[in-house]
């Protein structure tokens, strides 16, 4: 099974700060890699998918970066409504597994 | 407009069973794989099963094989997650998933998640 680490674990920010996001793969999954971000009480929404696609109706704000076992997610800017969980996700064999997720809070 | 509704959660002594559906809508089902990821009370996300769009491929978790058996009815739009033997670590809220491509052999990244259905595991 394929294990994917995020980091950090929490990261506070305040609103139109730059957001930096990790997740490290235990071996190469080549770009099969999403993100996804849930906010409370909500289910998870596609943000980007074979590493650097954006889904449809992500703003331009939310980009990824990476391939084989290290990838990024970027936010620009961050808007009040980018405060939530983010989680990786890597679909290169059929055994899919997620990151634990990164809390993105507002400092 | 994709709408995918969960229902048949609830509580179930260990050991029990529960049959989990899921009703979609706004998209040709028969052409998309569908997938179950559960999310147990404040904890991550655990991918479930998966269920090629024809059925023919089926694919589970090390958690769950043997005891979560998945379906689809095309003709009616609906997937299934049939849960046996359940466990308390089995509580969690179930979403059914719609893979962002169709026609695909293997789990594809989800475009489409319902709001969930929670599965309790307790005596």
């Known amino acids: 099974e394929i294990v994917l680490t995020q980091s950090p674990a929490t990261l506070s920010l305040s609103p139109g700060e730059r957001a930096t996001l990790s997740c490290r793969a235990s071996q190469s999954v080549s770009n099969y890699l999403a993100w996804y971000q849930q906010r409370p009480g909500q289910a998870p929404r596609l943000l980007i998918y074979d590493a650097s696609n954006r889904a449809t109706g992500i703003p331009a704000r939310f980009s990824g970066s990476g391939s084989g076992t290290d990838f990024t997610l970027t936010i620009s800017s961050l808007e009040p409504e980018d405060f939530a969980v983010y989680y990786c996700?890597?679909?290169?064999?059929?055994?899919?597994?997620f990151g634990q997720g990164t809390r993105l809070e507002m400092k | 407009q994709v709408h995918l509704v969960e229902s048949g959660g609830g509580v179930v002594q260990p050991g029990g069973s529960l049959r989990l559906s899921c009703a979609a809508s706004g998209f040709m089902f028969s052409n998309y794989g569908m997938q179950w990821v559960r999310q147990a009370p404040g904890k991550g996300l655990e991918w479930v099963a998966f269920i090629r769009y024809d059925e023919n491929n089926k694919y589970y978790a090390d958690s769950v094989k043997g005891r979560f058996t998945i379906s689809r009815d095309n003709s009616k739009n609906t997937l299934h997650l049939q849960m046996n033997s359940l466990r308390v670590e089995d509580t969690a809220v179930y979403y059914c998933?719609?893979?962002?491509?169709?026609?695909?052999?293997?789990?594809?990244?989800?475009?489409?998640w319902g709001q969930g259905t929670l599965v309790t595991v307790s005596s």
């Open positions: 996700q890597q679909r290169s064999n059929w055994r899919i597994t």
């Open positions: 998933m719609k893979d962002a491509a169709g026609y695909g052999d293997y789990p594809y990244y989800s475009d489409y």
